[in-house]
């Protein structure tokens, strides 16, 4: 199906275990985002790419690791993972050409760390 | 750094009642982009509607409206002739046209609103 898919919509782990987040589109969007929510603090950017190869950090990037080896897929890895990161997690993509384009989301995964 | 903020937390109103929900912003950029996203309790994120800040015209999606007053720096969504579907969290979202290093013009989301529409 078209459009921004997210995996593994639910998830539990451990501290300490590595946990990574697929996101995959087919819009060929150029620009990727990933944000957590959190109660009391709406979205908040985690990391985000403007292409293939190209990466960069948003306002919470610590305890994550992004890589964008293909223009559709963006996924985020917690490497160690810990309680605090226990949250829902959005992706989004958009195309280039300024503010006029919407950022899509995905449906989210829940993710809890024990 | 640009802030959004959502005063309230929650609001609840009946069907069919006109709601307005409330969105202030900070920031030192003349161009800009706001958005208002629902969120349902299936967790999608959708945009609802979105307004240029060059434009003076309020815009304006079927029962959804926004009053934009750039001066006060503020942005409320008007909801007419609510419905039990838009029963939703409510993010107002910021974004400035500034290019940063790749130009990703990133979205600030404000703390969000819970609406319920009751029948």
């Known amino acids: 199906d078209a459009g921004i898919t997210q995996s593994p919509r639910y998830k539990i782990t451990e501290t300490g275990r590595q946990v990574t987040l697929m996101c995959h589109q087919t819009?060929?969007?150029?620009?990727m985002f990933w944000y957590r929510q959190d109660l009391g603090h709406g979205l908040r950017l985690i990391y985000y790419?403007?292409?293939?190869?190209?990466?960069d950090k948003g306002e919470v990037p610590d305890g994550y690791v992004v890589s964008r080896s293909k223009t559709e897929n963006f996924p985020l890895t917690l490497e160690s993972a810990t309680r605090s990161q226990t949250s829902v997690y959005f992706c989004?993509?958009?195309?280039?050409?300024?503010?006029?384009?919407?950022?899509?989301f995905g449906p989210g995964t829940r993710l809890l760390v024990l | 750094a640009q802030t959004v903020t959502q005063s309230q937390p929650e609001m609840s109103v009946q069907e069919a009642e006109t709601v307005t929900l409330s969105c202030t912003y900070d920031?030192?950029?003349?161009?800009?982009?706001l958005f208002w996203y629902k969120q349902p309790p299936s967790r999608q994120m959708i945009l609802v509607i979105r307004?240029?800040?060059?434009?003076?015209q309020n815009a304006t999606e079927n029962r959804f409206s926004v009053n934009f007053q750039k001066a006060a720096k503020s942005f409320s969504l008007k909801i007419s002739d609510s419905q039990l579907g838009d029963t939703a969290m409510y993010f107002c979202?910021?974004?400035?046209?500034?290019?940063?290093?790749?130009?990703?013009?990133?979205?600030?989301f404000g703390q969000g609103t819970r609406l319920t529409i009751n029948p």
């Open positions: 989004a993509s958009k195309r280039a050409g300024g503010g006029r384009e919407t950022q899509y």
């Open positions: 819009w060929s969007h150029s620009y």
């Open positions: 790419s403007a292409a293939a190869d190209i990466t």
């Open positions: 920031t030192s950029e003349n161009n800009y982009y």
């Open positions: 307004q240029e800040a060059y434009k003076q």
């Open positions: 979202a910021f974004m400035d046209l500034v290019f940063i290093i790749q130009g990703a013009q990133k979205l600030v």
